[in-house]
């Protein structure tokens, strides 16, 4: 599935092409695209507006639409979406669920081989952004607010991150990504996370999704964004050896999601023991106090 990087990439894409053009037609060829049944009302209601900016949200390719009302259309590409602009010359592919013909000429569209994508036209984007968490590329995603998300919960770590009403834009390849830099397992309870560690996976996160976007998104997947250069260092690399340690990538299942991590740079033990030595060390050293106050008494 197209994630933060990916969708980010796309938007940048399509901003370039078709900011300011107007909507002169669409088609839909594949009603239940167009979300809440409105399939049949959507072509009159886009027909004549002009698309005065493209932006992201979360994982929602947004574009403000200005006509005889203001209108916002949110598409999310699933699993195999993608958005492209082709001269209207240029024959429709069998995929090709949602088409609209541009001023300039040329279509945006919407093509997606299983069919799970979806647009949303909305009258307010609060319709669809109430519902989304914080973005975690944006001034307000610091290593406190990360503190705040993780601590109220006892829930695995990775589905909590993977819960787009928290955090918006995060998925199942930036997560393994991520919790492997931090050297956290994806299956440790939230609140059992020591801080340090939160730390580390704050400033993992936004160091990967910031070159992941540079790179215009990973190279694995469906083809959602030509040229993706950012190659996965733990995601999908099952069996290969761990570029830290040298031990064997495993994937597991973890909230019904294929999960790849690194065994003994990952280890829930590791973490709890690491944890552990600290509070003998502390335990050991408030031992000695007192012989030591004692022995200058003396």
């Known amino acids: 599935m197209p994630e933060l990087p990916e969708v980010e990439s796309t938007v940048r894409y399509l901003r370039e092409r078709i900011e300011g053009l107007a909507i002169k037609s669409s088609e839909v060829l594949w009603h239940r695209t167009i ?3 409105r399939a049949p009302l959507f072509s009159d209601l886009v027909s004549g507006s002009a698309i005065t900016s493209v932006f992201r949200c979360g994982k929602f390719v947004g574009m403000r639409l200005e006509g005889s009302s203001e209108q916002f259309l949110f598409t999310h590409l699933r699993m195999s979406g993608s958005l492209d602009v082709l001269p209207d010359s240029m024959p429709l592919e069998p995929h090709d669920r949602v088409v609209l013909y541009l001023s300039n000429g040329k279509s945006l569209r919407f093509n997606d081989t299983r069919k799970f ?6 009258s307010s984007p609060e319709e669809i952004t109430a ?3 914080i973005e975690p590329l944006s001034d307000s995603f610091t290593p406190e607010m990360l ?4 601590c109220a919960r006892k829930g695995a770590v990775k589905p909590t991150l993977l819960n787009q009403s928290l955090i918006a834009g995060l998925g199942n390849i930036y997560v393994d990504e991520s919790l492997w830099t931090a050297q956290v397992h994806p299956l440790t309870p939230c609140n059992k996370i020591p801080q340090e560690k939160r ?4 400033a993992a996160i936004v160091s990967i999704l910031s070159k992941a976007v540079s790179l215009l998104g990973t190279d694995f997947g469906d083809g959602v964004v030509d040229g993706g250069m950012y190659s996965p260092v733990v995601y999908g690399r099952e069996g290969e ?3 830290r ?6 994937r597991i299942v973890v909230g019904q999601r294929g999960t790849h991590i690194c065994p003994a740079c990952q280890s829930r033990r590791r973490t709890a023991k690491a944890k552990g030595q600290k509070d003998a060390t502390r335990g050991r050293n408030a031992s000695r106090a007192p012989s030591r106050r004692g022995r200058k008494s003396r």
Not at 117 to 122: A, F, K
Not at 245 to 250: A, G, L, M, T
């Open 35 to 37: 979300a809440h049944n």
């Open 117 to 122: 994508g979806r647009m949303y036209l909305v």
């Open 131 to 133: 519902r989304i968490g």
């Open 147 to 150: 503190d705040s998300i993780l």
């Open 199 to 202: 730390a580390a996976l704050h």
């Open 241 to 243: 050896p761990c570029k």
């Open 245 to 250: 340690c040298k031990s064997e990538i495993r």
